[in-house]
């Protein structure tokens, strides 16, 4: 199947500094991304829809001024998080589709393996 | 706004035990996927469903979507203790394009 890569993996960083997410699909061009975030034996919560070329779409209650997303091109998204804080640590998951963008998908969606971030 | 729950949340069963975990969304679903993540690794897609009242099979695993669309469940039969970890189900509700995940079911198998 396809992959999609993310990076780091694991990220430790001091409260109010800024990390950097990156998401790629690596064989298929995705004009859709999308990010969770997924506490400790929780499910995973949509915190935003990526479009190539376009504004990204956040869920209700997600700060869009604390988590930048851009999807500069159909095969990289990034989520920053900013002037991060304790409470912003968790497992952050992209996930990838070659769907048309903003279209319903009955398309599979394909995760990254995930990026741990811990603020201290 | 829309929910997806999952019960059971968790479920031990001896090895060879059969289990099932059912998804029940709150609003009527385009289609269903489901996903498997193993302790510490990402979800893994597993199969979609489409059509009311549509059954697969992959194997030991038989995933059924209901005649209204809004629950779906899956079986596995005889378990292994490589199906180990949590089973998610994810709805597309028609006329969106994001798919709401389940709360989740983690299947512990004893050996």
């Known amino acids: 199947g396809a992959v999609v890569s993310q990076h780091p993996s694991r990220v430790i960083c001091k409260s109010g500094t800024s990390v950097k997410i990156e998401c790629r699909s690596l064989d298929f061009q995705a004009t859709t991304m999308f990010w969770y975030r997924q506490f400790p034996k929780q499910s995973l919560m949509l915190m935003a829809t990526?479009?190539?070329?376009?504004?990204?779409?956040?869920e209700q209650g997600v700060e869009k001024d604390k988590f930048l997303i851009n999807h500069a091109s159909l095969t990289l998204s990034t989520l920053t998080v900013t002037s991060a804080h304790p409470e912003d640590s968790s497992f952050y998951i992209c996930?990838?589709?070659?769907?048309?963008?903003?279209?319903?998908?009955?398309?599979?969606?394909?995760f990254g393996p995930g990026t741990r971030l811990t603020v201290t | 706004g829309q929910q997806v729950m999952q019960i059971p949340q968790y479920q031990h069963v001896q090895e060879g035990e059969d289990f099932t975990t059912y998804c029940n969304s709150s609003?009527?679903?385009?289609?269903i996927q489901w996903y498997k993540q193993r302790p510490g690794g990402h979800p893994v897609f597993l199969i979609q469903?489409?059509?009311?009242?549509e059954v697969k099979k992959q194997k030991r695993l038989t995933f059924q979507f209901g005649e209204a669309k809004k629950n779906s469940s899956l079986h596995i039969t005889a378990t292994q203790t490589t199906d180990v970890g949590t089973y998610f189900c994810?709805?597309?509700?028609?006329?969106?394009?994001?798919?709401?995940f389940g709360t989740g079911t983690r299947l512990k198998v004893l050996a």
């Open positions: 990526s479009n190539e070329g376009s504004k990204a779409t956040y």
């Open positions: 609003t009527t679903l385009s289609n």
């Open positions: 996930s990838a589709h070659p769907g048309l963008a903003g279209a319903p998908s009955s398309y599979e969606q394909y």
């Open positions: 994810a709805g597309l509700t028609s006329g969106t394009y994001k798919y709401i």
């Open positions: 469903l489409v059509k009311s009242g």
